[in-house]
């Protein structure tokens, strides 16, 4: 679902990219009325690219959890179809390895959910001027839930994916040219670094943490 309030004596342009309708709204409606932004609504992840394709944003916040958001991959397609907008985390709590990723990738900070509203009317006009915010309290700095802070490399990041989506060993091998030892070897690996039980607590715990 697309919805849009359009101003044409608006100084921004924000694009919302989050499936919570009314937090959306309530954000929204803050920023057209106490700052006259034009404001447009995509509650999914192919809709918010749609409304990127028409081009005219600003700014992006992104939520991470909506609809059809697969982790960095959609983060870097979401960045990349934004051109010259600014887009910004708009989400919960974040691990920071994966910040960082995005971050590389041209993403401008992260607004966390629990930011109080009227705080986020400086911080948007801080990410339109091109600056960075970061704030602390929406960054884990865990890579896993007992503590683990080895960052998952490119290689297990690969693996860690394919198995979210349900491959077996002998077709990760298959798309990485390697022997399924070789994978097997890598998911240890991944549950040694996540401290996760076996690979399906691996997976678990990546989608949580917004790894993948």
Same mark, same amino acid.
Not at 138 to 156: I, Q, R
């Given at each position: 679902?697309?919805?849009?309030?359009?101003?044409?004596?608006?100084?921004?342009?924000?694009?919302?990219?989050?499936?919570?309708?009314?937090?959306?709204?309530?954000?929204?409606?803050?920023?057209?009325?106490?700052?006259?932004? #034009?404001?447009? $609504?995509?509650?999914?992840?192919?809709?918010?690219? /749609?409304?990127?394709?028409? %081009? =005219?944003? &600003?700014?992006? *916040?992104?939520?991470?959890?909506?609809?059809?958001?697969?982790?960095?991959?959609?983060?870097?397609?979401?960045?990349?179809?934004?051109?010259?907008?600014?887009?910004?985390?708009?989400?919960?709590?974040?691990?920071?390895?994966?910040?960082?990723?995005?971050?590389?990738?041209?993403?401008?900070?992260?607004?966390?959910?629990?930011?109080?509203?009227?705080?986020?009317?400086?911080?948007?006009?801080?990410?339109? #001027?091109?600056? $960075?915010?970061?704030?602390?309290?929406?960054?884990? /700095?865990?890579?896993?839930? %007992? =503590?683990? &802070?080895?960052? *998952?490399?490119?290689?297990?990041?690969?693996?860690?994916?394919?198995?979210?989506?349900?491959?077996?060993?002998?077709?990760?091998?298959?798309?990485?040219?390697?022997?399924?030892?070789?994978?097997?070897?890598?998911?240890?690996?991944?549950?040694?670094?996540?401290?996760?039980?076996?690979?399906?607590?691996?997976?678990?715990?990546?989608?949580?943490?917004?790894?993948?």
């Amino acid at each position: 679902m697309l919805t849009q309030s359009s101003d044409t004596a608006s100084s921004l342009n924000v694009l919302i990219g989050d499936d919570h309708r009314l937090l959306g709204e309530a954000v929204g409606n803050l920023l057209r009325t106490s700052a006259g932004y #034009s404001v447009t $609504i995509a509650e999914t992840y192919e809709t918010t690219m /749609s409304a990127l394709q028409a %081009g =005219g944003h &600003d700014v992006v *916040l992104l939520d991470l959890k909506m609809p059809g958001m697969n982790g960095l991959s959609s983060v870097k397609n979401v960045v990349d179809k934004a051109g010259s907008a600014r887009v910004v985390l708009f989400t919960g709590q974040v691990d920071r390895h994966f910040l960082n990723s995005a971050l590389e990738f041209g993403v401008r900070g992260l607004i966390p959910k629990t930011m109080p509203l009227q705080s986020l009317l400086s911080v948007i006009q801080l990410i339109a #001027s091109g600056q $960075i915010f970061v704030p602390m309290q929406g960054v884990d /700095s865990k890579a896993g839930p %007992g =503590g683990g &802070d080895t960052p *998952l490399s490119e290689k297990e990041h690969f693996v860690l994916s394919r198995a979210a989506e349900g491959l077996t060993n002998k077709e990760i091998a298959r798309d990485m040219a390697i022997s399924e030892v070789s994978v097997k070897m890598h998911m240890r690996a991944i549950c040694r670094k996540l401290e996760a039980r076996n690979r399906a607590h691996a997976v678990m715990i990546s989608r949580e943490r917004a790894l993948i």
